[in-house]
Antibody, heavy 121, light 107 residues
């Protein structure tokens, strides 16, 4: 059974750095073709793709946020970590991690439940 | 970035209705398009990938079509469980981008 779960702070102050962890089970991020990505959704708004890391450590970022984002993986711990620097109230959103099982298949087959991050002083 | 535009933004329909949602890409994305369903407070659920491939477990009343720049999601007979917001997503080029969503509500 494949599961993903996001964890991290629910409240951060402006200018602080956000660190989110996606802990998963049921698959390995060392398997060829597999990737894990991050997507966010401000309250009442649309989905926004943020970043993606692949089994081979290939990484892709949203150009508009690239300077603020870092995505890393720890295969032994079954975790993917996203850091976002210089947080602002407009970054208030539910942050999801999601699995891409195959580089030739669907973009995101499985999603975590999401974690709401509020940016406020 | 490739812009994805969905229409309509909101759709009012009744149980049993045939519903279509359109997604247009700002440039050709071949068939690299996915559709998701999202209910309030829940994560998106994959419905369709590669424009027309039905994800396992998704009812056959849902179908996708199109290629290039124009895509359609069709629900052949709307069921109570289908009232939700639907998003398209292109994944041919990074950054992957989503449409703004189409909310299907009860008429």
């Amino acid at each position: 059974q494949i599961t993903l779960k996001e964890s991290g702070p629910t409240l951060v102050k402006p200018t602080q750095t956000l660190t989110l962890t996606c802990t998963f089970s049921g698959f390995s991020l060392s398997t060829s073709g597999v990737g894990v990505g991050w997507i966010r959704q401000p309250p009442g708004k649309a989905l926004e793709w943020l970043a993606l890391i692949y089994w081979d450590d290939g990484k892709h970022y949203s150009p508009s946020l690239k300077s603020r984002l870092t995505i890393t993986k720890d295969t032994s711990k079954n975790q993917v970590v996203l850091t976002m620097t210089n947080m602002d109230p407009v970054d208030t959103a539910t942050y999801y991690c999601a699995l891409r099982r195959s580089i030739v298949g669907a973009p995101f087959d499985y999603w975590g439940q999401g974690t709401l991050v509020t940016v406020s002083s | 970035d490739i812009q994805m535009t969905q229409s309509p933004s909101t759709l009012s329909a009744s149980v049993g209705d045939r519903v279509t949602i359109t997604c247009r890409a700002s440039q050709s994305i071949s068939s690299w398009l996915a559709w998701y369903q999202q209910k309030p407070g829940k994560a998106p659920k994959l419905l369709i990938y590669k424009a027309s491939s039905l994800e396992s477990g998704v009812p056959s009343s849902i179908s996708g079509s199109g290629s290039g720049t124009e895509f359609i999601l069709t629900i052949s007979s709307l069921q109570p469980d289908d009232f939700a917001t639907y998003y398209c997503q292109q994944y041919i080029n990074y950054p992957w981008t989503f449409g703004q969503g189409t909310k299907v509500e009860i008429k």
